[in-house]
């Protein structure tokens, strides 16, 4: 008969005491912070493209609720100035002879930040489940 050797189960033991710790962290909580993270980053990037010469539009950005809508987290970024949407898309001059190009300060920042959500969300959750895996 073959001889066995000795096996320690404390490894095993510590392993799937982690594995219950990852199980019990709030996946919800993770997603919906990391859906505000993102539109915060938005909201910064946006803010930081505002031309600073067109009155209250730099202080008229902010950040709605989320929601949930079948598997997709929704947030809503927004300008509540008037003329926000003319600086942002472009207008015809008070004459109605030219045209003023939009800045497109959401439109760009939207990119840029599609650009690097995967890297900021990876880099979040291998932060919880190293805290998950090495008790951190």
């Not at 997603?31 to 010469?53: D, F, G, S």
């Not at 539009?57 to 970024?77: D, P, R």
């Amino acid at each position: 008969m073959a001889k066995w050797g000795k096996v320690d189960y404390k490894q095993l033991v510590k392993l799937r005491d982690r594995l219950v710790k990852l199980q019990e962290a709030d996946l919800e909580k993770f997603n919906e912070q990391m859906v505000y993270e993102l539109a915060a980053r938005l909201l910064r990037k946006a803010v930081k493209r505002t031309p600073t010469a067109t009155g209250w539009l730099k202080q008229g950005w902010f950040i709605g609720g989320t929601h949930y809508n079948n598997g997709v987290y929704e947030v809503e970024v927004y300008n509540n100035t008037e003329y926000a949407s003319y600086v942002e898309s472009g207008h015809r001059t008070k004459d109605h002879t030219g045209w003023v190009p939009g800045r497109f300060m959401l439109l760009i920042s939207e990119k840029e930040l599609e650009r690097d959500a995967e890297k900021i969300i990876e880099k979040r959750l291998m932060k919880m489940l190293g805290e998950a895996f090495h008790g951190k």
